[in-house]
């Protein structure tokens, strides 16, 4: 008895089903007559609805989010068109993803500011909203999406149109874009306004689903993208124990910032990221082929490569205390005062360094060290870094460094270098002698620092070596 439905409940269970598919038909035909009828197959890549539009290069344009995407939405007139904010993919990607995406509404400053950056253009495909749609990478785990709408499919009050007619027509005078996708992988600046999709598994989405929606100009090729170029310094050589500097020189003509790196430095060196700068003392002899790249922020590179050659030589470095870090002058001769290790005269390395005057008082400093290079030597060279700040002005040479070698009886046999007031400089320069000359001899390496009566001459010396390795030559 209970496997049956009384007759009188089967009636009234058939009168509801009724009832109910009435009330569904009464609202499909609302909708038809409501608005744009929308297309049953939704894209098969973005899982997104479109709507039927005559024109369109698929016959469609897209729904959701749609006025957000061309720019006829509530917040369209507080898009910032006058500036462009220069950005990477990577600095993109790492903006939250918010967690609700308003339908005709921006999400603020991220979905009102426009954004440029260089990225390679990997792939493209027409979608079924008749956006192109364009893979943009900046490496493996870098890519987001570009999209250029069809400006059939913009609103003709938005403020976007031009440009995006614009960016349409520059991709179409170099692509066609179909279906399906098509490998590019060519450089592109690209300038769009951010936007945040929903993540559907889209080919090429970044990680928050931030894509540049509309594009608004997308130029190809490296040249007004930025292109870096590195210039070749040549084979370098150096010796052990020898300080070594080298300032790698490049240009960018997006005029970008540069960051550098190096492989294969002798060990010892190491490059500066944001200046080019190689420095640092080889500590191991050999041939080394040194890569340097720098790399601009939107990811446009250059590289260079030479080698370079640390000898040994035969030799070594002959002077003593060569950093002042015995925090003494032994074997130096100098004044009370000259070795420091005041913050106010940083050294160039360790904790001490030689301050020669510095007092904007009439004053001589002297700094000497008699050293013998053996007639054994392949080479003899000097080196130190030198700091010199000042309270002068102009290029008149009031106070005065002198780099003189001085015989056994303290005759001066040579006068290296005079340096002024006027080679100031923030940061520490090194400066690099021949003493081949002086090979066998015994000698008196004398820095003399004098001041004239009035504002300070700082003239810092560190890390000074002779060094009796041939450049260059490995043994
Ligand atoms: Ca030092
Ligand atoms: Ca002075």
Known sequence: MSRFIPSNRLIRILAIFVALLACVVVATAGGSNAGP???????????????????????????????????TDADAGSINLQSTTQTTIASLGAIPA?????????????????????????????????????????GPGHTMIGEIPDPTCVGSGSPLLSSIQKARGAFDAKYTATGSFKTANVPVTVTGVGFFDFN?????????????????????????????????????????????????????TAGGTLSYRATALPTGLSINSSTGLISGTPTTSGTSNV????????????????????????????????????????????????????????????????WLDGHGTTRTDTLSQQVTI????????????????????GTTAYDTLQVQILGGSGTVLATLATY????????????????????????????????????????????????????????
Request: glycine residues 12%; proline residues 5%.
């Open 37 to 71: 009828r929308r297309s049953p197959k939704p894209d098969a890549e973005e899982h997104e609805e479109v709507v039927k539009h005559a024109g369109a290069l698929t016959g469609s344009c897209g729904v959701e989010r749609w006025s957000v995407k061309t720019g």
């Open 98 to 138: 918010p967690s609700n995406l308003p339908a005709n509404n921006r999400v603020k400053p991220t979905e009102t500011t426009v954004y440029r950056l260089q990225a390679t253009l990997t792939q493209y495909k027409l979608e079924a909203d008749s956006d192109y749609h364009l893979v943009l990478s900046n």
């Open 200 to 252: 559907h598994g889209q080919t090429g989405i970044a990680p928050n689903a931030i894509e540049l929606h509309a594009l608004l100009d997308i130029q190809f090729g490296s040249g007004s993208g930025g292109s870096v170029t590195v210039t070749n310094p040549g084979n370098q050589t150096g010796t052990v124990g020898t300080p070594a500097s080298l300032q790698i020189a490049a240009t960018d």
């Open 291 to 354: 890569s340097v790249t720098a790399t601009d922020t939107g990811g446009a590179a250059g590289s260079t490569s030479f080698t370079w050659t640390i000898g040994s030589g035969t030799g070594s470095q002959l002077l003593g205390n060569p950093g002042f870090e015995t925090g003494t002058a032994t074997p130096w001769s100098t004044g009370t005062g000259v070795i420091s290790n005041s913050s106010s005269e940083p050294s160039h390395s360790g904790i001490w360094d030689a």
């Open 374 to 393: 053996p007639a054994s030597a392949s080479a003899a060279t000097l080196s130190f870094w030198l700091h010199v700040d000042t309270a002068e002005t």
């Open 420 to 475: 002024s007031n006027a080679d100031h400089a923030s940061g520490y320069t090194q400066r690099t002698f021949n003493l081949a000359g002086y090979i066998g001899q015994t000698i008196t390496l004398k820095f003399t620092g004098s001041e004239d009566y009035t504002k300070q001459t700082s003239f810092v010396i560190d890390d000074t070596a002779l060094s009796t390795g041939r450049p260059g030559t490995v043994t």
